[in-house]
C-alpha cells in the first residue's frame, strides 16, 4: 500500500467535509448581506437623528475618504453620520441618547438597548466565522506540519494570530 501524499490526505478530509463548508460558507455570505442592510438601518437612523438635531462638530479635522480630501471646521453643522465623531463629548453623548431612543422605535434594539436578534449580525457573522477557521484547521491530516500550531493559533487574540486567523479564514473560503 502506498503512503498518501498531504495533499491527497488533505483533498479527502476536505472533501468529507464538503457539505458542511458550502454550507456555511452560503450562510456567512448571506449574513454579510444581511449585516450591510443593518448597518445601513442604524446608518439611516443616525442621519435622521443628526438631520432633526442640530450639532456641530468641536475640532478642525482634515481626512481622506474615498480619495477624496475632506474638512470639516470647528462649529460647521455635522448632518452626516460619518461625521459624528467630531462632536464635543457632550453632544455625542446627547446625539447617543437620541439614537437609542430612535434604534428601539424602529426595532433595531429592545428597550435596554440592546440589539435584538435580527439585527445582531455582526457577533453571528464572527461565530460563523469562528466555525470556519476551526474547520480549516480541522482538514488538515494530522500530520500536517505545524498543525497543533496553528490550533494553538487560533485560540490567542495577539495580532500575530490575528493574522493567521484571517488566512485560515481566506483559505477556507476559497475551498469548492
Same mark, same amino acid.
Not at 450591510?36 to 448597518?39: A, D, L, T
Not at 424602529?106 to 434594539?109: D, E, N
Given at each position: 500500500m502506498v503512503d498518501k501524499t498531504l495533499l491527497e490526505?488533505?483533498?479527502?478530509?476536505? =472533501?468529507?467535509?464538503?457539505?458542511?463548508?458550502?454550507?456555511?460558507q452560503h450562510i456567512y455570505m448571506a449574513k454579510q448581506i444581511e449585516n450591510? %442592510?443593518?448597518?445601513e438601518r442604524f446608518k439611516e437612523v443616525y442621519n435622521k437623528v443628526l438631520a432633526e438635531n442640530s450639532f456641530y462638530s468641536d475640532c478642525n479635522c482634515e481626512w481622506i475618504k474615498k480619495g477624496k480630501i475632506s474638512k470639516i471646521f470647528k462649529g460647521d453643522r455635522i448632518l452626516s453620520s460619518d461625521d459624528q465623531w467630531f462632536m464635543s463629548t457632550e453632544d455625542y453623548d446627547k446625539f447617543l441618547e437620541i439614537c437609542r431612543k430612535e434604534f428601539f422605535i /424602529?426595532? #433595531?434594539?429592545d428597550e435596554e438597548g440592546r440589539y435584538t436578534r435580527e439585527t445582531n449580525t455582526?457577533?453571528?457573522?464572527?461565530?460563523?466565522?469562528?466555525k470556519?477557521?476551526? #474547520?480549516?484547521?480541522? %482538514?488538515?491530516? $494530522? =500530520?500536517?506540519? =505545524?498543525?497543533?500550531?496553528?490550533? $494553538?493559533?487560533?485560540?490567542?487574540k495577539c495580532y500575530q494570530s490575528y493574522k493567521t486567523r484571517e488566512t485560515l479564514f481566506e483559505? /477556507?473560503?476559497k475551498l469548492r
Open positions: 490526505m488533505f483533498t479527502e478530509l476536505a =472533501n468529507s467535509k464538503k457539505a458542511e463548508i458550502v454550507e456555511l450591510e %442592510i443593518v448597518r /424602529v426595532g #433595531l434594539t455582526e457577533n453571528q457573522l464572527d461565530d460563523i466565522k469562528e470556519l477557521i476551526r #474547520l480549516a484547521v480541522e %482538514i488538515l491530516p $494530522d =500530520n500536517f506540519p =505545524n498543525k497543533k500550531l496553528l490550533e $494553538d493559533a487560533i485560540e490567542y483559505l /477556507v473560503m
